[in-house]
């Protein structure tokens, strides 16, 4: 169903799988193996890491982020998975998502609203940046050149202005047009975030170092063991 093939390939995804899934297995649920090697594939990792590397590195950002906060690594799979489409266009990094998700939900908030505000918020700065670059008080080339560097930032940088305007989060909501979800609701996630950033930044941090470091799931599948 991956789409995995050869001797080499096969053996790196059984090992990995056999290490995520006594990790965190209970936590992730039995189609998640599944769901993690569809990401590597998506975010494009493998051609990078390779494809046990790369399944050890996201399973450990999602252990680490799941032990150093309230969220779950049920729903960072899940948010992953719906983000998966916009995130990459938009040159944001698999850790970077999967912290975005662990702050989300650490914050009360649901995955499908989430990810439904966040990916018309994404496509609509990189249509329209003049728009935002407006409301985040930078010109828009140097807008533009953030969105190409990496449009989470671009969005922090968009979300903390809002957050300073009296009635911001709710223009901000309107630039958006017909989400499919009460506008109610996605300003009241923006606002969540905008008031948590310092929240955000730390799991951001959190995440790349353990991704980068990829041992996390590896030290709790030796604890399991």
Known sequence: KLGITGKKDVEEFVRAADKINVALGEDLGKDAITQ???LVGLFKLKEQF???QSMLKVASAMNTLGASSEAS???IVDFLKRMGGIA???NISIDQVMALGATLDSLGQTSEVSSTALSKMFTKMASDAATYARI???ST???RKMMNDNALSAFMLVLEAAGKTEGGLVQLTETLGDLGIEGG???GLFGVLSKNLDVLSKQLDISKKSFEEGSSVIDEYNVKN
């Open 50 to 52: 390779g494809l046990e």
């Open 36 to 38: 993690i090697g569809k």
């Open 73 to 75: 690594e049920g729903y």
């Open 185 to 187: 609701r996605a300003t």
């Open 136 to 138: 985040a008080g930078v």
């Open 141 to 143: 080339e140097q807008f």
């Open 88 to 90: 990459p266009m938009a």
